[in-house]
């Protein structure tokens, strides 16, 4: 089984920016599927944004054109680039390995001023 670990997240101000980092213990080359989910206080864990292994990338619309989803396969991390940070992205994000049902532990991202 492998392990994913996110980092990265934090306090940012409404405009600003975040860098996750999903970091699998094991190989994620051959892992189909990899998204990034978040969780609102007393809100349902969403998704966010998916990527496959050879690059294929889809959005939620509530952050198309603020965030980038990337894999590098050769360093077995994942990543969700945020701009343009709004107070309603505040959440805990959690990478998953979705084709193999694995998921993180989480980190916090708080947008306030």
């Known amino acids: 089984q492998v392990q994913l670990v996110e980092s990265g997240g934090g306090l940012v101000q409404p405009g600003g920016s975040l860098r996750l980092s999903c970091a699998a213990s094991?190989?994620?080359?051959?892992?189909?599927?990899m998204g990034w989910y978040r969780q609102a206080p007393g809100k349902q864990r969403e998704l966010v944004a998916t990527i496959t292994s050879d690059g294929r990338t889809n959005y939620v619309d509530a952050v198309k054109g603020r965030f980038t989803i990337s894999r590098d396969n050769a360093k077995n991390t994942m990543y969700l680039q945020m701009n343009s940070l709004k107070p309603e992205d505040t959440a805990v994000y959690y990478c998953?390995?979705?084709?193999?049902?694995?998921w993180g532990q989480g980190t916090q991202v708080t947008v306030s001023s």
């Open positions: 998953r390995a979705i084709t193999r049902g694995y």
């Open positions: 094991g190989s994620i080359y051959s892992i189909y599927v």
